[in-house]
């Protein structure tokens, strides 16, 4: 959709934007009306008109009001709109800049947070639901890295290895003003460890859309490709849909669930987007692939229950010596086609991610992230109840949930009134 088609949009969003503009002064204002202006205050402009006596003072009082208003609507517009060229189009954004510096260097005067930048965000999001913000997917990367790690941190629980290499890895390729190559990430460990959990905070946090953003490919194997008699169909669709993504989006994220049940040749189809190599018509040394696998759990779980039997933290797990491990664990799954891939011979995956598993304190605190997301209140007895739910291994120690946090939002509903 092009510019000079939302205008009628636009329209509406003008009257909008001086609706909520009523807050900030004159039309709209609660509280005692302001003393109507005596002749010794008028300006030139009420003096060249003369007297509006018919409407009675507080029609001068209104009159007033407006007067002031529309002086600073009118004074306030072109900083307002051009920084909504820049939100939604990513045009003059240097000029808006530009202005800020100079208002920054006299007095005080108007500034966007005085008014509310609020409501631009609001009218921006407002104006992209009619159609694309501009000709990419550009506009709607954030790569907000700080509000990845801050949830990382409050919400992955019991995964300190995750989360140094999930914010170490983004933030370089992010700062990298000429990658080498696309970021590979392969996410390891049982089910219920986080895996999905971390993929959708780096979607929702690199991305304004997250999931739903057109520069993310979320694929499920045995979803989307169900069928190995028709994998020769799927290796050309899924050249075909990477091939688009990077085509729209200069950044792009690619997410594999269940990499480990992948057919190998759609595995090595895609090889080419993470190789080292000059990049053609298309720029694909910043995109992100995620392949997410059950695969490694149990090395992963054994040096995690050799920690504990020694009494060490887990937290001196590191990955120095369990890297090694996971490594060859993989090099041995013979059956799985992510195992058989080039992409581990190749060495094409940057970072291999261990999830361990999760103890009883881990679930407790998955669980009060459930009660809390849904705005209930709990009590400790409440999460213990709900980590007593859930079933422990190994059979003698009872010390890791064999679900992980897997099922545990389900299970507060136990709880509801």
Known sequence: ??????????????????????????????????????????????????????????????????????????????????????????????????????????????????????????????????????????????????????????????????????????????????????????????????????????????FQDGLRSDCVRLFISLFHFPHQKYVDSYKAQLRKQISETLQLCKQSLFIFDEAEKLHFGLLDAIKPFMAHADPGQVDYRRSIFLFLSNLGGNTINEVALDFWRAGRAREEISMEFLEPRLKLELQEAEESGYARSHLLEENLIDFFVPFLPLEYHHVKLCARDAFLARRLPYTEAALDEVARMMVYVPKEEKLFSAQGCKSVSQRINYFLP
């Open 1 to 206: 959709m092009g510019q000079d088609a939302l205008w009628l949009p636009l329209g509406l969003a003008s009257c909008l934007l001086l609706l909520l503009l009523g807050d900030s002064g004159g039309l709209g204002s609660r509280g005692t009306p302001p003393t109507p202006p005596t002749p010794q205050t008028r300006g030139p402009w009420e003096e060249e008109r003369g007297p509006v006596t018919e409407v009675g003072p507080w029609g001068r009082v209104r009159y007033e009001a407006v007067k002031k208003h529309l002086g600073a609507v009118g004074a306030l517009s072109k900083q307002y709109w051009q920084y909504v060229a820049c939100k939604v189009w990513q045009e003059g954004c240097k000029e808006e800049e530009e202005e800020e510096e100079r208002e920054s260097s006299h007095s005080p005067g108007w500034s966007l947070p005085l008014v509310g930048q609020d409501y631009l965000e609001i009218l921006s999001a407002w104006y992209c639901s009619f159609g694309k913000c501009c000709e990419t997917g550009d506009c709607r990367i954030v790569n907000n890295v700080t509000g990845l790690e801050a949830d990382l941190n409050g919400q992955l629980h019991g995964q300190h290895l995750a989360k140094e290499i999930v914010i170490r890895a983004v933030r370089g390729l992010l700062r990298s003003q000429r990658p080498e190559k696309a970021l590979v990430l392969s996410f390891h460990g049982w089910s219920g460890t986080g895996k999905n959990f971390v993929s959708r905070l780096v979607a929702s946090h690199l």
